[in-house]
């Protein structure tokens, strides 16, 4: 069966510092992977997602950067964390041909103080 | 003009209730609808989906979409404590430019079913 995991699942940064939130998924190859945020009362909001190794797609310019290294595996990051990047991230996978179903990791809550 | 439009809620109703929970929409062009529960601080997992007019049900859930008002609707007959969640309607249309689905979410509605 297919399990995906995100870490940390929470996390408090100060403003101005570096964020690296690594998302990997088992069980199944070459999946598309997407990052969201979610804040409320403004659903989710895909930030990235990624058909290949290296093939990465932002959907929204922002102050984050998005990497996938290796076949199951997908890094948020940022160089200097503003106070607006506060959020619930989420990290999902779906098969190349997905039509409708996304899995969704636990996220991880993210303050910026 | 948002793309998919729900009700945040929160919604609250006494166990035993049918609920309606609903969403609009403007674009014709999506061709799936995902109605998806999360439990708070936790990711969304899939309760249904569709992708013609018309009801699909499953145990106490239905589905149900029309095209042609561009409405969709999750109803839960005899709720329970253990429904409440977040629920978000979703949908998706395939994008030539990434050659995959491209899916898009409401900003889900809150339901508390008491005891």
């Known amino acids: 069966s297919q399990t995906i995991h995100q870490w940390p699942a929470t996390l408090v940064q100060p403003v101005g510092s570096p964020l690296s939130l690594e998302c990997t998924v088992e069980?199944?190859?070459?999946?598309?992977l997407y990052w969201y945020r979610q804040a409320a009362g403004r659903g989710l909001q895909l930030l990235f997602y990624s058909v290949g190794i290296g093939q990465i797609s932002s959907e929204v310019p922002q102050n984050l950067s998005a990497s996938r290294p290796q076949d199951r595996q997908f890094i948020l990051s940022s160089k200097k964390l503003l106070l607006s990047d506060s959020g619930f991230y989420l990290c999902a996978w779906s098969v190349q041909s997905g039509k409708y179903e996304q899995y969704f990791g636990p996220g991880t809550r993210l303050t910026v103080t | 003009q948002k793309e998919v439009e729900q009700d945040p809620g929160p919604l609250s109703v006494p166990e035993g209730a049918i609920v309606s929970l609903n969403c609009t929409y403007s674009?014709?062009?999506?061709?799936?609808f995902m109605w998806y529960r999360q439990y708070s601080r936790k990711g969304p997992e899939l309760l249904m989906y569709t992708y013609s007019s018309g009801n699909k049900e499953d145990g106490r859930f239905t589905a149900q979409v029309d095209k042609s008002s561009k409405y969709i609707s999750l109803f839960i007959r005899d709720s329970q404590p253990s429904d409440s969640a977040t629920y978000l309607c979703a949908m998706s249309l395939f994008s030539p430019k990434s050659g995959t689905y491209k899916y898009i979410f409401g900003t889900g509605t809150r339901l508390k079913v008491l005891a």
């Open positions: 069980g199944t190859s070459n999946p598309n």
């Open positions: 674009n014709s062009a999506f061709q799936y």
